[in-house]
């Protein structure tokens, strides 16, 4: 399998906070990886790395062997990342249509009509298709967590970055959310998915790493991970939530 | 999951009553000379810059997240461009005009990169400095008489026309002309591909690149767009005072504070909000006008208490309480429509 994204010794400090501590890891074509680890480990700084939102104090980012460190997020989006944020950030007074057509149009350069089949297609699978006029900031917090799900996908990535969009989800919603992703897999697109509702996490990845403090802790098959006696010890951290 | 046809809709009933609407204003305003004083029709004209001024900070603050304090830079170098290219270049006023506004934007180039270095408060702090330094130069040029200003030359004046009445329908028309090309320019902007961009950015900057939007390119548009306007406004402010101070050419107050009193008032953000605010701040000058210090502090405690009471000011309330949207900006998808 070609390596499709990696990091490598990347590190990002806030002032005396070292958020993202020397962490280094490879995802290949078409693999799905969960990230775990407790609140404020940093895994949500490690999105922002990858996406760009911000840029790394030391390290190096790769997506198909191009080095990124230090391209702006909608250069990266174009190359083909797409993401969701933990707190939803929708364009509030945008329509959710509008949310979406603005990433499918801008990610791809496409004009505004050429996109609407695709913006159509996708809110109806992300269960949005009958809120498509409202104001995106009428949305309940479900909603715009599926909302920032349908705007990651309208940009047509290959590689999806998922911040806790199952949070808050009922079993039966759980249930077709999986069947979303892995649906999504289906097509080839590569996954990595931060969760803490962990049972959610491995009904998709392939692979879990786990980070601590900013810092590596244990990476390998899932259910391998969780026995990890040094995962066991954070992992109750975790499901004390 | 079978999707039946579906249609995007540009317009509503609310907007296209809107639209009838501007139509008829813009008649009224076509009407104005053949009915109104000289007195109307300057406050008209004041009312058209005004109203270019406050769309050009509503897309630069609003939109683009650039909250200037420094258009009073372009306004000024509009002012003292149109002096020299008629006054020194023996330029016709009319063909100086867009000279003036060409030269300005390619003033504002330069200055956009080093603007663009600072953030928040340092952009705000950072554009009304380099406005000062601006107004500073022009004191201590001899030529365009420093600190004391120079009038414009009466041959520039009657180059436009002999015959006074003339020369004044033809500033009114300028004028009127671009307060409302300004608002339909916004207008088209907003509804276009580039304005899902532009309002993507107001919304979230952050998501904005996540979705493949360039952020930087989008702001450089705009701040360049905002000084053209500025430019132009400066040019046609020289022609209708006829005399020019480095105090008034870059006046913070009138061009940065005023401006920014009618976009907080009428609602940031939105194409409708700087056209209320820019009526409303001309009533309260109206009935201020003869209590001195008592309207500045009036238009302060209003600015204030609209910005925590209302913080969409006069046409947020409107609007979200009637979801009325004068300028059909939005896109409405009916589905399954078979
Ligand atoms: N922009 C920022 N400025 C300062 N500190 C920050 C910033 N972003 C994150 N941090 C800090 O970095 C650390 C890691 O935060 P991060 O949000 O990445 O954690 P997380 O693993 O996503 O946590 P959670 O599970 O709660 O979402 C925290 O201590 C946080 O306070
Ligand atoms: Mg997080």
């Known amino acids: 399998m070609a390596t499709l994204l990696s990091v490598e010794r990347v590190s990002k400090s806030f002032g005396a906070v070292r958020a993202v501590d020397n962490l280094s890891f490879e995802l290949d074509q078409g693999e799905a990886l969960g990230i775990l680890g407790p609140n404020g480990a940093g895994k949500s700084t490690l999105f922002n790395l990858i996406s760009g939102d911000i840029r790394p104090s030391a390290g190096l980012i790769r997506l198909r062997q191009r080095e990124i460190t230090h391209l702006p997020s909608y250069e990266r989006c174009r190359l083909g990342i797409g993401r969701?944020?933990?707190?939803?950030?929708?364009?509030?007074?945008?329509?959710?249509?509008?949310?979406?057509?603005?990433?499918?149009?801008?990610?791809s350069g496409r004009g505004e009509s050429a996109c609407y089949d695709l913006c159509i297609e996708i809110l109806g699978r992300a269960g949005l298709l009958d809120k498509c006029n409202r104001a995106a900031d009428t949305l309940t917090l479900l909603e715009r967590k599926r909302l920032e799900l349908a705007r990651a996908l309208a940009t047509q990535p290959t590689l999806l970055l998922l911040d806790e969009i199952a949070g808050g989800l009922t079993e039966g919603e759980c249930h077709e959310l999986i069947e979303v992703i892995n649906a999504l897999r289906g097509t080839g697109v590569s996954i990595v998915w931060i969760e803490h509702v962990v049972h959610v996490l491995l009904a998709v990845v392939d692979r879990l790493l786990v980070i601590n403090f900013g810092k590596f802790l244990a990476e390998g098959e899932p259910h391998a991970v969780m026995a990890n006696a040094a995962v066991q010890e954070v992992y109750m951290g975790i499901e004390a939530e | 999951m079978i999707i039946g046809s579906y249609r995007v809709e540009r317009s509503t009933r609310a907007s296209r009553a809107g639209f009838a609407a501007m139509l008829a204003v813009i008649v009224a305003l076509i009407s104005v000379p053949a009915w109104a004083g000289r007195a109307e029709m300057r406050l008209l004209i004041e009312v058209s810059y005004y109203l270019a001024l406050a769309q050009a900070w509503n897309l630069l603050a609003g939109y683009?997240?650039?909250?200037?304090?420094?258009?009073?830079?372009?306004?000024?170098?509009?002012?003292?461009?149109?002096?020299?290219?008629?006054?020194?270049?023996?330029?016709?006023?009319?063909?100086?005009?867009?000279?003036?506004?060409?030269?300005?934007?390619?003033?504002?180039?330069?200055?956009?990169?080093?603007?663009?270095?600072?953030?928040?408060?340092?952009?705000?702090?950072?554009?009304?400095?380099?406005?000062?330094?601006?107004?500073?130069?022009?004191?201590?040029?001899?030529?365009?008489?420093?600190g004391t200003g120079m009038s414009l030359p009466i041959h520039v004046v009657l180059d436009i026309s002999e015959n006074r009445v003339i020369r004044e329908l033809i500033l009114y028309y300028v004028s009127v002309a671009i307060g409302i090309a300004t608002v339909l320019l916004v207008f088209l902007w907003l509804r276009s591909r580039e304005g899902l961009a532009l309002t993507a950015i107001r919304d979230s900057e952050a998501a904005s690149g996540s979705v493949g939007i360039n952020q930087q390119r989008t702001?450089?548009?705009?701040?360049?767009?905002?000084?053209?306007?500025?430019?132009?406004?400066?040019?046609?402010?020289?022609?209708?005072?006829?005399?020019?101070?480095?105090?008034?050419?870059?006046?913070?107050?009138?061009?940065?504070?005023?401006?920014?009193?009618?976009?907080?008032?009428?609602?940031?953000?939105?194409?409708e909000g700087p056209i209320v605010g820019t009526l409303v701040f001309f009533v309260l000058r109206s009935l201020l006008a003869d209590y001195g210090a008592w309207y500045l502090i009036t238009l302060g405690a209003i600015a204030i208490i609209v910005m925590l009471k209302a913080p969409r000011g006069v046409w947020g309330l409107i609007g979200s309480r009637y979801d009325v949207h004068l300028f059909p900006v939005q896109r409405r998808v009916r589905l399954n429509l078979d």
């Open chain 2, 64 to 146: 683009a997240g650039l909250v200037s304090v420094g258009q009073q830079a372009f306004v000024g170098l509009g002012c003292y461009g149109f002096i020299i290219a008629t006054a020194f270049l023996q330029i016709p006023p009319l063909v100086a005009i867009p000279l003036t506004v060409v030269a300005v934007g390619l003033i504002a180039i330069p200055t956009a990169f080093l603007a663009f270095r600072l953030r928040g408060a340092h952009f705000a702090i950072g554009t009304w400095v380099l406005a000062e330094v601006l107004r500073l130069i022009f004191t201590l040029v001899q030529a365009f008489g420093a």
């Open chain 2, 219 to 271: 702001k450089l548009t705009v701040y360049l767009i905002a000084a053209l306007i500025a430019g132009l406004v400066g040019a046609l402010v020289v022609l209708e005072k006829l005399r020019i101070t480095p105090d008034a050419a870059f006046s913070v107050t009138d061009w940065s504070a005023n401006v920014i009193f009618i976009v907080i008032i009428g609602g940031i953000g939105s194409v």
């Open chain 1, 84 to 107: 969701s944020y933990q707190i939803p950030q929708p364009f509030g007074r945008m329509t959710v249509f509008e949310n979406v057509l603005a990433a499918a149009s801008f990610s």
